[in-house]
C-alpha cells in the first residue's frame, strides 16, 4: 500500500511569494496527481505526472521518479490561491491514494 | 461539455436508514471512481467502476455498494448507516481505467443523526 506524505501541512504566506508544496510516496507508481481544493469542498485536477515537469500558468508541478518525490511551486502567489493542496498517486482500479492535504493560505 | 454532477448536493439522514447516492460523468468518460472525505481520515478511496463493472473496493464494510449503468452514470448505496458515515462523498470521472486524469463532481454531503 502506498503511503503519501506531503509538507508542509500547513502554509501562511504573503502575496507575491514563491511557494513550494512537498509529496513524498512510498511505492512506484504510475501517475501521481495534484489537486486543489477550495472551501464547500470542490475538487480541481490542476497536474498529472509521471515524469519531468509540467507548467500551467503560474503554477508547475515536478516529480522524480527515482526519489519518489514531486513538488508543486506556484510563482508571484496570490490570495485566490489560497486552498487545500493534495497530492495523490495511483489511478485506475487501485483509486488513487491520498496525502492529507497543504493548508495554504496567502495574506493581501 | 458538462462537468461531473452528483446528487443530491445535501442529504441528512437517521442511523439505520440507507442512503443512494447518484454521479454523471462527463459525457464519454467511461471510468467512474467514488471517494469518501471525512475530517479524520481525509480522502479515501471507495470504488471504481468501468464499463459497468467493479473493478476494485477499498477497505469499507459490505454496507457501501455501487453500481454503474450501461450509459456510465453510477450509483452509490450505503445501508445501515452510521454516525461516522457523516461525511463528503465525492465521485471522480476519466475516460478510460489507469492513471488518467479525474475530474472531480462537487459532492454529496451527507450528515447522518
Known amino acids: 500500500k502506498n503511503e503519501v506524505e506531503q509538507s508542509p501541512q500547513n502554509l501562511t504566506a504573503q502575496e507575491g511569494e514563491f511557494i513550494t508544496i512537498n509529496c513524498s510516496y512510498s511505492?512506484?507508481?504510475?501517475?501521481l496527481h495534484w489537486l486543489q481544493q477550495h472551501p464547500g469542498g470542490g475538487i480541481v485536477s490542476l497536474f498529472m505526472?509521471?515524469?519531468g515537469k509540467k507548467k500551467h500558468g503560474r503554477l508547475i508541478a515536478t516529480i522524480n521518479i527515482q526519489e519518489k518525490h514531486s513538488s508543486l511551486h506556484i510563482t508571484a502567489s496570490h490570495p485566490r490561491d489560497s486552498a487545500v493542496y493534495i497530492c495523490?498517486?495511483?489511478?485506475?482500479?487501485?483509486?488513487?491514494?491520498f496525502g492529507k492535504g497543504t493548508h495554504l493560505i496567502i495574506q493581501p | 461539455k458538462a462537468g461531473v454532477t452528483q446528487t443530491p448536493r445535501y442529504l441528512i439522514k437517521t442511523r439505520g436508514q440507507q442512503v443512494t447516492l447518484s454521479c454523471s460523468p462527463i459525457?464519454?468518460?467511461?471510468?467512474v471512481s467514488w471517494y469518501q472525505q471525512t475530517p479524520g481520515q481525509g480522502l479515501q478511496f471507495l470504488f471504481e467502476?468501468?464499463?459497468?463493472?467493479?473493478?476494485n473496493k477499498g477497505n469499507f464494510p459490505g454496507r457501501f455498494s455501487g453500481r454503474q449503468f450501461s450509459n456510465s452514470r453510477s450509483e452509490m448505496n450505503v445501508s445501515t448507516l452510521e454516525l461516522g458515515d457523516s461525511a463528503l462523498y465525492l465521485c471522480?470521472?476519466?475516460?478510460?481505467?489507469?492513471?488518467?486524469?479525474?475530474?472531480f463532481g462537487p459532492g454529496t454531503r451527507l450528515t447522518v443523526t
Open positions: 511505492v512506484g507508481i504510475s501517475a
Open positions: 495523490a498517486v495511483g489511478g485506475g482500479a487501485d483509486g488513487l491514494t
Open positions: 505526472l509521471s515524469s
Open positions: 459525457s464519454g468518460h467511461r471510468s
Open positions: 467502476y468501468f464499463s459497468e463493472t467493479q473493478r
Open positions: 471522480a470521472s476519466s475516460p478510460l481505467t489507469g492513471p488518467y486524469e479525474q475530474y
